[in-house]
Structures are given as C-alpha cells and as structure tokens.
T-cell receptor, first 114, second 116 residues
C-alpha cells in the first residue's frame, strides 16, 4: 500500500460539465501519474508530474489538464466532459531508486459521462 | 515509442495447474524495466513482478516467475499451482529508466480464469 487515495471513487456527469478528480498521497513521492483504462487499450498515460507545479503531457492528454500545488495532491480536470472520456482513471506514484523504480496505483475512479 | 503486445485476450487454467501468459515488446533501448500487474475484479492494480533488462536472471516471486528473453523481446509470466484468487486481468508493462520518472506503457491485458 503506497498510501494513495482517489476521490471520488465513482462519478456520473453530463456532457459539457467540468469534472475534477483528485489523487492524494501521504508518502511525499515526487512523481505522480494519471492513466485512463479502456477496454482493448490497457492503461494509457494522460499526464504526469515531476514536482510541485511541474507537469507534462502523456500519450492521451487532449481534453485534460492537471495541477499540482502541493506534493501530496495531483488533480486531473476535464474542462468540458465528453462521452469519450467515460473511463476508469488511475493515479500512480513512482517509488524506489537506483534501478528499483516501480509504480504503485490508487484504487481508481470510475467516470461515466452521459 | 515502445509498444507492448499481449496476444492472448483470455486464458483459463485448472486450479493447481500451471499457466503461462505471453508478452512481447518493442524497444530500441538496451536498458529498461518490465512489469506484470494483476487487476482483480476490485479493479485495484497490483504489482506481481518486475524485471530489470540488464539482469539475466529471471525474476521470481513465490508462485510467479518470468521467462525473460531479451533478444526475442519476450517477457512471459508463469503462474504455478494456480489458485482461485489468481483470477484477474494481467497486464504486461514496460518503462525506460528516467531517474525515477519512468512512464509505463501497457499491453491490452489477458483475462485469466481459474477453473475449480
């Protein structure tokens, strides 16, 4: 258990509304990630953070923004949700060093956009 | 860009038997990491095993072991003495060393069913 929580765990929203998902970690990890999981695609990286206020895009970043104002929280925002953003969203942290780096995941957030 | 391929969408095995899940990957790098993650019905992503490419010895974790063939770019997972709790989606993943910021590339997963 890497001390990662995600909120909310489930959300139903309507097309066009903004949505913010929160990832919270308690162990002061520097690197944090947001992935989405869809059938037939595995998990794909949306955005990642390498420190407070330091973020960058991943493979599927269109339609998403992120923020990290403090070490423990990494927020994922859908500015105007679309049905194609219906997915399960996972937050992850990177732990370890010197060749032992490994990612550990939060419990996931299931998002349904109607 | 790296790609990871899992060619078996579904597998099944009798309880107590052995099963092997396949994974191939494509990378131009000589140093990298490979992982198997398990996702049970709870949806939690659980690390099963990891392998550093520079290590020739195959990783093992209790009933789980890998067959890492670097030249063939193959990374299969063997589960021995299968148990009902092993039923899950299994994902193979690759990352490149990046000073702690190793981003994962996943395969599409293999759903493993355990037959009592």
């Amino acid at each position: 258990d890497a001390g990662i929580t995600q909120s909310p765990r489930h959300k139903v929203t309507e097309t066009g509304t903004p949505v913010t998902l929160r990832c919270h970690q308690t162990e002061n990890h520097r690197y944090m990630y947001w992935y989405r999981q869809d059938p037939g695609h595995g998990l794909r990286l949306i955005h990642y953070s390498y420190g407070v206020k330091d973020t960058d895009k991943g493979e599927v970043s269109d339609g998403y923004s992120v923020s990290r104002s403090k070490t423990e929280d990494f927020l994922l925002t859908l500015e105007s949700a679309t049905s194609s953003q219906t997915s399960v969203y996972f937050c992850a942290i990177s732990e370890g060093w010197g060749g032992q780096e490994t990612q550990y995941f939060g419990p996931g957030t299931r998002l349904l956009v109607l | 860009a790296q790609t990871v391929t899992q060619s078996q969408p579904e597998m099944s095995v009798q309880e107590a038997e052995t099963v092997t899940l396949s994974c191939t990957y494509d990378t131009s790098e000589s140093d990298y990491y490979l992982f198997w993650y398990k996702q049970p019905p709870s949806r939690q992503m659980i690390l099963v095993i990891r392998q550093e490419a520079y290590k020739q010895q195959n990783a093992t974790e209790n009933r789980f072991s890998v067959n890492f063939q670097k030249a063939a770019k193959s990374f299969s997972l063997k589960i021995s003495d299968s148990q009902l709790g092993d039923a899950a989606m299994y994902f193979c993943a690759h990352s490149s060393p990046n000073f702690g910021n190793e981003k994962l590339t996943f395969g599409t997963g293999t759903r493993l069913t355990i037959i009592p």
